[in-house]
């Protein structure tokens, strides 16, 4: 027989195991913005412009996209199991 509904405290902590994630990504943000002030310092021209360019311009922004639709997906698990559980009290 297979599961109608939800296991409510297994999707809380896949939520919040999201949000831990998603934490991880902007760690993983801060120190690469840690790396490329210190290759700045130290490397100077044109292809460091385009290394930073690419970053700046591009990746930051993927991570940090993808970092918020994670912890939007933590707090949406969360929501849910709550609902879920309120619906499965009213009975």
């Given at each position: 027989?297979?599961?109608?509904?939800m296991?409510?405290?297994?999707?809380?902590?896949?939520?919040?195991?999201?949000?831990?994630?998603?934490?991880?990504i902007?760690?993983?943000?801060?120190?690469?913005?840690?790396?490329?002030?210190?290759?700045?310092?130290?490397?100077?021209?044109?292809?460091?412009?385009?290394?930073?360019?690419?970053?700046?311009?591009?990746?930051?922004?993927?991570?940090?996209?993808?970092?918020?639709?994670?912890?939007?997906?933590?707090?949406?698990?969360?929501?849910?199991?709550?609902?879920?559980?309120?619906?499965?009290?009213?009975?």
């Amino acid at each position: 027989m297979s599961l109608v509904g939800m296991d409510v405290d297994v999707v809380k902590g896949i939520g919040k195991d999201l949000g831990t994630q998603a934490q991880a990504i902007q760690t993983s943000i801060n120190a690469i913005n840690k790396l490329l002030d210190n290759a700045k310092q130290n490397w100077k021209g044109k292809d460091s412009d385009h290394f930073e360019q690419l970053w700046h311009g591009q990746y930051q922004g993927q991570m940090r996209k993808i970092q918020s639709d994670i912890e939007d997906l933590g707090k949406a698990a969360i929501k849910n199991a709550g609902e879920q559980e309120r619906t499965s009290g009213s009975y």
